[in-house]
Every structure is written in structure tokens, then in C-alpha cells.
């Protein structure tokens, strides 16, 4: 499929090989269950689905992970005693994100050895279950993935199908087509909360995000006849699920998403054409969810305003007649007025530009709307534009409780945390009565519901400078070879989509490690290309 996931024609022998197989092998079988059974995976529907995704994940991992370090550290013994798999040894070198991945490691130990909460940050808060223990899986599952992952078309094809079913679920869920029964003795007011067997709408979502980028790249950029039809089928899917789940982070990642195709759509005439066809698969499916709504009322779960307004509102027929438009008009010009779409490549940096402006000046407007800096005539009452305690589902509250957390620690714990998912904890230190007087003594504010501010109260600068290096790293790395390896602008995709949704999300155990995955296997494409050399 791809030349840098060509196996090479010399076949070496050994032990040592035998180990490297193995631990292939290994590999393989961990992903396929993380991406295939894992999703699926639940025991009492949603009344205890986190503790069974979180025993499930530790199961499945500590299991692979005991015969995959074995065969790991035979196999590095017997390159280092036998001199066998001599190219092996380029594997080993450790890149720029590698340093992130082991520096990050090297900060959730010395937050926890130096947390207060040492009962507590090992295991992580419960339902919750992101502490050390999780935080040093994701590391593992990193390093063992990029370095032992191998291509296998028939396996992605699989991981293609799991997700489909999930998404398929999600979009029939919504019209309370129920097949595994979980909406059964769930009250009507939590409906909306939850989704398939993932959970909660936010989960969902967050897992959305990370799959759904690969497979809208599949359709544009395979020329396969059956593969675009099928990619085709996932797109529409997928959009359908975008527009009935109901989280408002999905957007955000969206837009990423759009913007990130968009980019490379401007290298070729053939991409670009395909970037209109992916907009009006968009459209296309915005519209048939909002014909099935207004056709079966009763059964389509009601969502929130700014769903509807897009399945249902004129605007999608308008955007829908300009998309088919310009596609239309480009195949034309290309084929009578020999346009160059590369001629204009310069019109992603203006976009760029354009984007950052446009967030500035909104940010600037949000605090002058709130702070009550501009005229009556030009404020607005709107939960995005005015930053209070509800701001943003209540995300205004806990926030502002972190960072003002954060800045009411000491020097070690603005330096290293309070230790991995001792959120909860820390913070009541300082708002235990304000938080309980919102929500009461039962409930505890476990996150911050924005990843990379939480990472800064649990781990400190330093530990969020780690993490965040992580990703940054990897799509700056990702990036660079996209040229080369076209399959790395899908999980540079999918990272950035990620970082964009949890800018109002979180860590949960079925998205942090398809992350952690996605990012070792966009590794692992590089590193194949160095063996092979």
C-alpha cells in the first residue's frame, strides 16, 4: 500500500529475530483489541461502564505487557551478544518525541513520590483512574508500539470495521434504534448523556475524533475503486454520527480536521477535487439526519439548538449548492483552463492567519464582554461569549478553580503537581466549600474538564511541558514526512483533533491510549523507513 510498509526481501535468521517476531506479534494482538474489541467491551451497560473499561484496559495490558517485555529484552540481548539484527540497532535511537514520551515518564514518577496524595495518585480518583499507574501505560504503549508495530492491510481494515460499528450504533442510538438494549431502565433525562458502549456523550467523543480523521482519509486519498466506496460509507457515517452526538467539542475537532485536509487538499488538482467531495459527503449527511429527524419526530433523540440549526436549517442546503458549485467549476477550469491549484499554496498561510486573528480578537472580545468594557450595544449574554462559572457547560467554574489552584500552591507543587489525577484533592484545599455549596458534599470536581490545564495542576510545569511536548512533537515530526508518507497526515490529523476537542475534554481510559497508540504507530511508520534503509 505504501512503500516505506514494503517488508524488505532479506529475512533474518536467529534467535533474536524469534524474539523481534514475537514481540511483533504481541504488539499486533494489543492493538487489534484496543481498536476492535475494546469499544465494544462493557458488563452492566452504563451504570458501571468506566470501572469495566478501566479493568478491561488493565487486564489487556498488563497481560501483553509481561510476554512483550520478555521477548523485548531477549531480543535486545541477543543483538547485543549474538550481533544479530544489526539494523535493529537504529531502532533503538531515540527521537525528539521519544525524549518527550521518557521525560514525561520520568515527571509522573517524581509527582507522585512528592504528592500529598500518595493513596490516592497511584491508582488515580475513582471512576477515573488516571494516575500513575495509567499515566505509565500510555508511556509503555507508546515506546512498545512504535518500535514493534507492523503494517497488516487486513488488521486495518478491521480497526476500520470496529469503528463503523460504533459509529453505526451511535447514529441508530439517536433514533432510539437500541439493539444492545442499553437505553433499557435508563431514565429519559439521561439519554442524552450517554452513547453506544462508550458512555457518556464526552467519551464518546473524544473516541470519535481519533478514528473518524483516518478513515476520512482513507476516502481522500486512496484510489481504489472498493476502498473509496467504503471509506465513502464511513465518512457519511461518521458525519452523521459529528451532527447527533451532541457534544459541542466535536466541532472543534472538526473544524481541525477540515482545516488539516484543506492544507493538503492544496498540493494537487486531484486532492483538491477530493476535498470538495469530502464537504459534500459533509453536507450530504447533515441533511439526511435532519430529513429523518423532521420524518420521524418521536423517535429522534432531541438534541441541542446548534445540532439541529445544522441538520435542519437552511443554511446546510446553501453551503451544500456552493460546495457542488465550485466543484463543478474546478473540474471545468481543470480541464479547459489548465489551473494550478499549487500556484495558490499561499492561500493555506493567509487562512492560517486569518484563523489566529480571528482567535485573538475573540478571546479579547470575551474578556471585554465580560469584564463590561464595551458598549451595552455590542455585548452579549451568549454562554460562549461571556466567561463566568457557566461558561462552557459549567467549564467556566472549574477553570477558574484551577487556576487559581495552581497559583495558590507552593513552589514544588507549581513545579511538579499535586501528583497524577490528584486533582480532586488539591483543589478542595482551596474551593471545598464553594464546590459543595454548587453541587453538594456528594460530588467532587475529579478534572478540569480542559486536558493540558489539568496536566498542569496534577504534574506541574514541568510535567505539563512534558506532555504537551509530546504532541507538539509529534505533529511538528509527523509533518515534515507527510511528503514521504502520505498515512502520516491522517494521525497528524487525528493528534491534532485530539488537542482540540480535549482543550474541553479530558484523560479517560478509552481515549488517552488509542492516542498514545495512534501517535507510536505514526512512529513506528517513520522507523520502518530507517530499517529499510
Known sequence: MANHLKRTSVEKKGIGHLYHRLAKEVVSAYVFLMLVVFPFYYQDKYYNIGDAKWKFFTVLTFGAGIPLSLAVIFHLVSMMCGHELKGDLKNIKFSLLDGFVFFYAVTVIASTLFSPYKNLVIWGANGWYMGLIAQICFVLIYFFV????????????????????????????RFRIDPLKMYRDLDE?????????????????????????????????YNNKQCRILMGIFTSVGFMTIITQN??????????????????????????????????????SFKLIGICQQAFPTRAVPLGDFFIFCSQGALTWVLLAGVVTAYFCFSWMEKYKNIDITKIKNLRIILLVFLFVSAVLTVIYIYLNTTGKIPENYRSHSNYLLFDEYWGNNRGLSWMASVKSFLKGDLLRKALGCGPDGFSLYIRNFFGEELAGKWGQ?????????EWLNVIVNLGVIGAAAYIGIFISAVLRFGKRTEKHSELIAVMSAVLSYMGHNFFCYQQVICTPIVFILIGVGEAIIRCERMEE
Request: proline share 1%; glycine share 4%.
Open 146 to 173: 512504535s518500535r514493534y508495530w507492523k503494517w497488516d492491510n487486513s488488521a486495518i481494515a478491521l480497526y476500520f470495521a470496529g469503528a463503523f460499528g460504533v459509529f453505526l450504533l451511535a447514529v441508530m442510538m
Open 189 to 221: 433525562q439521561y439519554i442524552i448523556d450517554f452513547l453506544t458502549t462508550i458512555g457518556q456523550t464526552t467519551w464518546y467523543s473524544s473516541y470519535l475524533v481519533l478514528l473518524f480523521p483516518l478513515g476520512m482519509f482513507a476516502f481522500w486519498f
Open 247 to 284: 457534544s459541542d467539542s466535536a466541532f472543534v475537532a472538526l473544524g481541525i480536521m477540515i482545516f488539516v485536509l484543506f492544507w493538503f487538499s492544496l498540493e494537487s488538482n486531484k486532492r483538491f477535487k477530493r476535498f470538495f467531495e469530502v464537504m459534500m459527503v459533509c453536507f450530504v
Open 442 to 450: 456528594s460530588v467532587a470536581l475529579t478534572c478540569a474538564h480542559n
